[in-house]
């Protein structure tokens, strides 16, 4: 009854119906896993971004001793004291609060020397990039670690000329060109004094803390692995429904005239 289940077809049907059910299973785990990333992700930005602040030189002196990681150290809270350099790189291809817009980069040599690289905020598309402050600075933001190109990313520039415009805040690129030496991670301002002025650059804002889209990718990819599963069975029902009829109809033309004529013919019955 069921050989058939064996033979070359249904057997790569069998194989494309499992594989189909492993692979939405695995993406589903797989987002599962996303979450859990970004419920991480989210609990560290909430802890970390609530601790008082430090001094940079704490974090950068426990980065130098291997003590702290740069991931670690990320959305720390620091302050630093210094001047700015004139020159200021334009990291494009941002978005805050629904417009697009340009992220303005300035290196702060800091009292004690080291230069840092501070994103002092988000500036909309068609609007003038204000200059630096000029004079001595104190600032407070978050601990950044240096950006990296993803795969399949464009890559910036890179024929021997300052940098005006970046893609990504990739530090020992934007350190080529800078004095000193250079801190291996970056400050997303916050707060200075003097204050922030209205034509500054708006300091960019936390990330969502949200759990994401995630759970529903997950759920969806349950109830695709369902529906296939499902699929396959009513396929293989339908198939012996099918069977069974042909099997039914077969016997039936098999029967001759013959047979059919005996069964209709009236019993004699006999008479005493």
Not at 138 to 153: A, T, Y
Not at 195 to 213: T, Y
Request: net charge negative; charged share 25%.
């Amino acid at each position: 009854m069921y050989r058939f289940l064996f033979r070359p077809r249904w057997l790569l049907f069998h194989l494309i119906v499992i594989a189909g059910i492993v692979g939405m299973i695995f993406l589903a785990f797989w987002q599962l896993d996303r979450l859990s990333e970004r419920k991480d992700f989210n609990s560290a930005v909430r802890e970390r971004s609530q601790e008082a602040p430090v001094e940079l030189t704490v974090i950068l002196d426990e980065l130098d001793r291997g003590e702290l990681s740069e991931d670690d150290a990320e959305w720390r809270r620091v302050t630093t004291s210094g001047t700015y350099l004139p020159a200021q790189i334009i990291e494009f291809n941002n978005s805050q609060g629904g417009r697009a817009g340009d992220n303005v980069l300035s290196a702060l040599v800091t009292d004690d020397g080291t230069t840092v690289v501070v994103n002092r905020g988000f500036i909309p598309l068609g609007t003038d990039h204000p200059d630096a402050p000029t004079g001595e600075v104190d600032i407070i933001g978050f601990v950044r670690p240096s950006e990296v190109r993803e795969r399949g990313d464009l890559t910036d520039a890179d024929d021997g000329e300052p940098l005006t415009e970046i893609r990504r805040i990739d530090i020992p690129q934007i350190a080529r060109q800078l004095p000193g030496e250079v801190a291996p991670v970056f400050i997303q301002l916050t707060g200075s004094e003097p204050p922030i002025a209205a034509d500054d650059p708006e300091p960019v804002v936390l990330p969502e803390l949200d759990s994401g889209p995630h759970l529903s990718y997950a759920i969806q990819w349950f109830i695709f692995a369902f529906c296939v599963a499902l699929g396959w069975v009513l396929a293989v029902r339908r198939s012996l429904s099918v069977r069974a009829a042909e099997r039914t109809a077969a016997s039936t033309d098999s029967r001759s005239p013959v047979d059919d004529a005996t069964e209709n013919q009236p019993v004699e019955t006999s008479s005493s």
